[in-house]
């Protein structure tokens, strides 16, 4: 449950684009967009429908609103193991033959480290095999996603990019343990889909390999919000 107090930049699915233009505004808390118009914030540069829905649940949840709120999402998007070859012609992001360990080997030596050990622990978790998407995410596993309005691609089950400001971790979100491992994991935010780390040092690298270990196994053919 978030808190009135709460930044909303800390409400999960809620990016830093969608915070800044909406403390802009005045609205840094929860709390602050209570009886504010949606239509009117839904029109600044990087607030969407997505965040509008998750700041609305968060206010929801303390019985509070914003006037006209944006309506809640109808459709689920179905996703299931292993990909088809179809996917939305604008979609930019594919698998590679690149070597993930080559990759990991050119980087800065701080990133080159933390991509190392997270080639150890996503590869020891799941026992699969690393393979690049786009030029700087690293993969395990194939899924199809399809969304309710009909656009669809394939994508990586779970994954990491070690990038310069902070970590990204894929995939482990939405499954029965998920919460309470994230709750033990150690300092990270989350957004939708995706777990950001500032540093490896800061969080729990068992907890870590327990988290993959259990997305993983729950696998990816259930229905995802």
């Known amino acids: 449950m978030s808190a009135l107090t709460t930044p909303v930049g800390l409400v999960p699915g809620v990016g830093r684009p969608a915070a800044r233009a ?16 949606w239509p009117e914030l839904a029109q600044l540069h990087g607030v969407g429908p997505a965040a509008g829905r998750r700041l609305q649940a968060a206010l ?3 019985g509070a609103t914003m006037q006209d709120p944006p309506a809640p999402q109808t459709g ?10 179809t996917g939305a012609s604008d979609l930019k992001t594919h ?3 690149a ?7 050119g980087l800065e030596p701080r990133r080159r480290r933390v991509g190392e050990a997270l080639l150890e622990i996503f590869g020891a978790a799941t026992g699969a095999r690393a393979t690049m998407w786009g030029p700087s995410m690293i993969g395990y596993g194939e899924v199809h996603y399809r969304y309710a309005s009909g656009r669809e691609g394939d994508t990586f089950q779970l994954g990491f990019s070690p990038r310069r400001a902070e970590l990204a971790l894929y995939g482990l979100q939405g499954f029965p343990r998920s ?13 939708a889909g995706c777990v950001w780390v ?3 040092e800061t969080i729990d690298p068992a907890t870590l390999r327990e988290l993959v270990e259990h997305a993983w ?5 259930s229905t995802a919000p």
Do not use: F, I, N
Request: proline share 3%; hydrophobic share 35%; net charge negative.
């Open 99 to 105: 070597d993930p360990a080559e990759y990991v080997a």
């Open 198 to 200: 500032r540093s490896l």
């Open 76 to 85: 689920r998007a179905v996703v299931t193991r292993g990909a088809t070859g």
């Open 60 to 62: 929801a949840e303390h």
């Open 179 to 191: 919460e309470e491992l994230l709750t033990s994991l150690g300092k990270h935010r989350r957004g």
């Open 95 to 97: 698998a590679t033959t």
């Open 22 to 37: 909406l403390a802009a505004q005045g609205v840094h808390a929860v709390g602050d967009l209570a009886g504010r118009d």
């Open 217 to 221: 196994a729950q696998g990816p053919d």
